[in-house]
Nanobody, 121 residues
Framework: QVQLVESGGGLVQAGGSARLSCAAS?????RGWFRQAPGKDREIVAA????????YYADSVKGRFTISRDNAKNTVYLQMNSLKPEDTAVYYC?????????????????WGQGTQVTVSS
């Protein structure tokens, strides 16, 4: 698998925006973003296939978050707009070097260290 390094996040006011980035050390196919809030299970936020032609979003973020990728830089992005306090969580980047697309934790073989996003009301 590959090493993943996340950046972005931090403290954001409700209604604001933030962008997360995740750089991979090598070639990847499926990429995804997950999040875990305190006391809750980790959940998928968004996923994207190799070409960027297929994307998936959790219902809770549809219309507000956008996942994209730059394969020349081995980097995936998560643009988060209209943030809400309930978006507060540790966000994890995920990647897989075999699957073309993933939707579950078990679909991804590589994980980032996580980055905190806190949305204040």
């Amino acid at each position: 698998q590959v090493q993943l390094v996340e950046s972005g996040g931090g403290l954001v006011q409700a209604g604001g925006s933030a962008r997360l980035s995740c750089a991979a050390s090598g070639l990847t196919f499926s990429r995804g973003w997950f999040r875990q809030a305190p006391g809750k299970d980790r959940e998928i936020v968004a996923a994207i296939n190799w070409s960027g032609g297929i994307t998936y979003y959790a219902d809770s973020v549809k219309g507000r978050f956008t996942i994209s990728r730059d394969n020349a830089k081995n980097t995936v992005y998560l643009q988060m707009n209209s943030l809400k306090p309930e978006d507060t969580a540790v966000y994890y980047c995920a990647a897989d070097t075999i699957r073309s697309m993933g939707y579950r934790d078990s679909d991804f073989g590589s994980w980032g260290q996580g980055t905190q996003v806190t949305v204040s009301s």
